[in-house]
């Protein structure tokens, strides 16, 4: 679509991403973000073949190997170190692409640094909050505040406006104000980084326990693979089912020892020291696993939601990210040759919203990692070093079917290229 511009609220993952898509259609557009300095800041994040399909149009492919790590495999566990089920990821899996394990931080300044370069640093504006929006017949007009003072630090005027401000973001709060704050899971995650020797081939992504204890590990910086060892992204999950654990819990809370690693101490994977994963952590931060109900609607005239804005859902699945890049480059592709704004922001959603909420509805249920807890809820106890309680035609039924659900298995790829 020629001579269109539009604005992006929110400089994250998505809303960058999204700007180098629509770069790349010949869309002019701005970022927006509320914070005074863009930081490399989080932990891990994995970015699944299908995202990693798109990545590659934005010409990201190269920078993203420099500093990921390609998963090899992801598998499944219970607490004594038994196997419930493998399976090959990526390449080994034989998708035409990675699968990549990462540090948010890094991939972040990948995006960052490519939209500053093809788009001009002057289309990313820092210090810009999203405040609030009018629209007439042609056109929307965004205010933006400096979040420290409360002061008007500038409006926008564009053809289009997408939110892409996280799972907090101020434009669906203005769409359903009556929402309120994020669903709780009744899981408390603690997150952290250690660098250590690593564990099994040094490019796998394991999950062991339970809906009610749960370890989730995977390396995600090549740079310490350089040097023999392995930057280990790490979540241990522990149920807590009150709401006063979520209120209390804020996203930046440094993370107590005490408060999880007593429940795995009488844990033994045989390959990974546990203990030592969690004594010799680089940071340790604690917050609530919660998530938002699917919305009815997320467009309106020429404003829309994307990403965690839009359908923020459980970690399960490892699919957050990826779904958010999916948003932006299907909405890319359908402005690059539309002639009505209104009714592409309509595309957009109808090609999206539905299939995102069947995932945040399907991680409720713990996605794919429900085989953890069926085998918890089946196994007798007998047994051997693999669990053969379920059948392993109905465990690759439960892997098969998310990945079909979440649009990562090897045929809708191939639909897709």
């Not at 993203?64 to 493998?86: F, H, N, Q």
């Not at 250590?196 to 992504?205: A, K, T, V």
């Not at 020291?273 to 680089?282: P, S, T, V």
């Not at 957009?348 to 990692?369: D, H, M, V």
Request: charged share 25%; glycine share 8%; proline share 4%.
């Amino acid at each position: 679509m020629a001579d269109v511009n539009g604005i992006i609220a929110g400089g994250g993952l998505v809303g960058l991403t999204l700007a180098l898509a629509l770069h790349q259609k010949g869309v002019k557009v701005r970022v927006f973000e509320a914070v005074k300095e863009i930081k490399p800041l989080g932990v891990g994040v994995n970015l699944l073949p299908h995202s990693v399909q798109n990545l590659a149009k934005l010409g990201l492919l190269a920078e993203i190997e420099k500093v990921a790590i390609k998963t090899s495999s992801l598998a499944y566990y219970t607490e004594d170190g038994k196997t419930i089920w493998r399976e090959p990821r990526g390449l080994e899996a034989g998708y035409d692409v990675p699968q990549f394990s990462i540090h948010r931080g890094d991939f972040h300044m990948i995006l960052l640094n490519a939209a500053r370069e093809r788009l001009g640093e002057e289309n990313i504006l820092t210090r810009h909050h999203f405040s609030e929006f009018t629209q007439e017949a042609d056109r929307v007009t965004a205010t933006f505040i400096d979040r420290q003072s409360g002061k008007t630090v500038g409006t926008a005027s564009g053809d289009f406006l997408v939110g892409a401000d996280g799972i907090n973001s101020r434009l669906r709060h203005l769409f359903y104000p009556e929402e309120g704050p994020p669903k709780y899971s009744g899981q408390m995650l603690w997150r952290g980084v250690t660098e250590m020797e690593p564990f099994l081939d040094g490019r796998s992504m394991f999950m062991a326990g339970h809906n009610d204890l749960k370890l989730v590990a995977y390396p995600i910086r090549a740079e310490s693979a350089t040097r023999g060892k392995s930057y280990i992204n790490w979540i241990a999950e522990r149920r807590i089912p009150s709401d006063l654990a979520a209120r209390a819990a804020d996203w930046n809370e440094t993370g107590s020892l005490e408060d999880f690693k007593p429940y795995f101490a009488d844990w033994n994977l045989g390959w990974l020291d546990i203990g030592k994963l969690f004594d010799n952590a680089l940071s340790i931060h604690k917050f609530p696993m919660v998530d938002r109900d699917p919305l009815p609607k997320w467009s309106f005239g020429r404003v829309t939601l994307m990403g965690d804005a839009a359908h923020a859902m459980y970690p399960n699945g490892s699919n957050g990210v990826s779904q958010g890049v999916l948003d932006a480059m299907t909405f890319a592709d359908l402005l690059e040759d539309a002639t009505d704004i209104e009714a592409t922001l309509q595309a957009y959603e109808e090609a999206r919203r539905e299939a995102t909420a069947k995932i945040s509805l399907a991680n409720r249920q713990t996605g794919p990692e429900l085989v953890m807890q069926m085998v918890k809820d089946q196994c007798p106890g007998t047994c051997g070093e693999t669990h053969s309680c379920i059948p392993q035609d109905t465990l690759e039924e439960v892997a098969t079917a998310y990945k079909k659900l979440a649009g990562f298995d090897k045929q809708s790829l191939k639909t897709a290229k």
